[in-house]
C-alpha cells in the first residue's frame, strides 16, 4: 500500500509531503485546487512520460517520491523476475529535469519501462474516463479472467497466439518466395545448365587462346622454328660453329694470356645456352601440328566463353565461375523453402492444437466466472439505486481463434424493467456507467491482491443516497485493499478514516496547491461547504455530522 508520497517542484506545488493511511482515504478540494496534480505525480513515478513544462521552477529539479508497504502482498518473485532488491517498505523515486529524468526503485536506477511493468502489482489508478472501459473487450475479458484466476492460463495463450500468427507470417512470406522463385527456376536452371556445359576453370581462357593462336600460325610457326634451327645448327656458316670457332681462339689466347679466361668461360656458357636453345626449338617445332579440327573445335569453345562473358557483362573466366555458383546457391535455397514450408506448417499444427486447448480452458472457466459476477453485480446494482437494472453476459464460440480467446463476449445491460438487454455501451449512461465499475471494482477486490486502489471522481453523474452507497462500498473495499477516493461528493467524503484537502492559496504573487489531512472539526466544516451551505450553518453542520457518524 501506498504510506507516503513527496512532491516537490511540480506544476502548482512547490513541496508537499503527504502520509495516507492503510484503509479508506478521501481527498477533497475545489475545482481546479490540483486535486488531479496528484494524480498527474503519481502517474510519473509509475512511468507515465514526463512533460519539461510541468516543472513549476524550470531551473530545478522535480522530485516525486513514494513508499510502499509491501509486506503482504508476496511481491518478492515480481521484485526478482525484475532483478530488483526487494523490501517490505519499497521507495520508489523519480527525478526529472529540463535534460534528463531518472528513474530508481530502492536507490537502483532503473528504466521506465520497469515502473510501467511494476505499476499493476502497486496500485491501480481509475481515471475519471475510465468507467468507459467497462465496454472494452479487453477489459470484459479481464474481468472474468480475473474472477477465474486464469490470468497465467490467458497469458500462456496471448504468447502462444503471437508465435502462432508469426510463424503464419514468415509461412506467407516463405510462400511467397516460393512462388516468385518458381518463376525464376526455369531460367535460372537454363543459365547454370549453360555454364556447367562450358567446362569453366580458372585459367581455361588463357590456354584456349594460346592453342588457337597456335593451331591458327602452324605453318608460318613451323617455319620460323626450322629457320631459326637451321641458322644454329648450319654447317661452317651457323651460329653453333661460328661461336665454336671463337670459342677456339679464346682458349688458346687464354693459355698465354690469363686475362682471357673470363671471356673463354662466357662464351663457354652461351653455346651451352645455345646449344639448349637448339633443342628447345626442336622440341616445339615437333610439338607444332596443323590440325584444321582441332582448331575449328578450339574456336567453337572459345567463341562459346565469349558469348558467356558478353551474355553475363564480366571479362574473365574467374568471373563466370563465381556467377555459376551463385546460380547454384540459387537453386539450393529453392530447394530448401520446400523444407522451411514444410516445417513451419508442422510448427503452426501444434501451435494451433495448443491455442484451441488452452482457449478451452478459458471458455470453460470464463463460462463459470460470468454466473459469480452477473450475481455479483445485481446485488451491488441494487445497492447502488439500479435495483430494477439486469445484466448478462453471453460468451459464445467462434470458429477462429483471435487475441483473447476462441469465443465472443457481449455485456448487455438494461436500466429499467421490462426493457430489453442491450449492448452495455449503447444504453448505460455516464452514471450507470460509473456505478457498474465501482461494482466491478469491488467485485474484482475479492479476487485480486492488489495493495491500493485510487478512483478519481468515480462518483460522476451521482448524488444523494446514491453516493452515500458508493461510499459504503468504497469503505467496504477498504478492509481488503487501501482505497483512496478523489471526489467531490460529501457523502462519499466523509466514509473515509483519512480526509485530505487540496487547497490552492496564492504566496507572494505565486500560486501554490497545498493539501492538509483534516481534522475532525476541519472535516466538519468542509463538508458543511461541500453540501452547499454557510459552513457556519447549523443545519449543515448537524448534516456533516451526521455524515461523519
Known sequence: MLKSLYIKNYALIKDIQLNFEESFTTI??????????????????????????????????????????????????????????YDKLSIIRREITKQ???????????????????????????????????????????VLDKIGNNVKVFEQYQNTFISFNSLKSQLKQLKLEKQEATQRQDYNQFLFDELESANLRQGLLAELEDQYNN????????????????????????????????????????QSVSSYNDLKERLQSVLIETQDIASELEGRLADVEVNPDKLEKIDEQLQGINHLLKKHQVKTDYELIEIKNQIELKLQEYSNIDEEIISIETKLKAFDENLISLSDKLFKSRKKSIQT???????????LGMKNASIEIRLTKTEKCHKYGKDHIEWLFSAN?????????????????????????????????????????????????????????????????????????????????????????????????????????????????????????????????????
Do not use: W
Request: proline share 2%.
Open 215 to 254: 593451331l591458327q600460325n602452324a605453318e608460318d610457326i613451323q617455319n620460323d622454328l626450322s629457320e631459326s634451327i637451321n641458322i644454329i645448327q648450319q654447317e661452317e656458316y651457323g651460329v653453333f660453329d661460328q661461336l665454336t670457332k671463337i670459342n677456339q681462339r679464346l682458349q688458346s689466347l687464354s
Open 417 to 549: 424493467k421490462g426493457m430489453p438487454l442491450r449492448p452495455l455501451h449503447k444504453v448505460a449512461s455516464g452514471g450507470e456507467m460509473s456505478r457498474m465499475m465501482l461494482a466491478v471494482k469491488s467485485t474484482l477486490a475479492s479476487y485480486e491482491n492488489l495493495p491500493s486502489i485510487i478512483f478519481d471522481e468515480i462518483d460522476t453523474g451521482v448524488s444523494g443516497e446514491i453516493a452515500l452507497k458508493m461510499g459504503e462500498i468504497m469503505h467496504k473495499m477498504s478492509r481488503r485493499m487501501q482505497v483512496i477516493s478523489i471526489t467531490h461528493l460529501p457523502q462519499i467524503a466523509a466514509k473515509g478514516q483519512q480526509h485530505l484537502k487540496v487547497l490552492k492559496t496564492i504566496e507572494k504573487s505565486e500560486t501554490q496547491t497545498h493539501i492538509k489531512n483534516l481534522r475532525r472539526n476541519e472535516r466538519i466544516k468542509e463538508l458543511s461547504q461541500m453540501l452547499g451551505g454557510d459552513e457556519n450553518s447549523t443545519s449543515a453542520i448537524a448534516h456533516a455530522k451526521s455524515l461523519l457518524n
Open 100 to 142: 534528463k529524468t531518472r528513474a530508481f526503485i530502492n536507490d537502483t536506477p532503473v528504466k521506465l519501462k520497469v515502473l510501467q511493468d511494476l505499476k499493476p502489482f502497486l496500485v491501480d489508478i481509475h481515471s475519471q474516463n475510465e468507467s468507459k472501459s467497462i465496454s472494452e473487450t479487453s477489459y470484459q475479458y479481464h
Open 28 to 85: 477533497t478540494g475545489e475545482t481546479g485546487a490540483g486535486k488531479s496534480i496528484l494524480l498527474g505525480a503519481l502517474s510519473l513515478l509509475l512511468g507515465n512520460r514526463a512533460d519539461k513544462e510541468s516543472l513549476r521552477e524550470p531551473n530545478e529539479k522535480c522530485i516525486i517520491e513514494a513508499e510502499f508497504d509491501l509486506s503482504n502482498f508476496n511481491l518478492k518473485s515480481v521484485f526478482k523476475e525484475f532483478d530488483l532488491d
Open 373 to 383: 459476477l452477473e450475481k455479483q453485480l445485481l446485488i451491488l446494482f441494487g445497492q
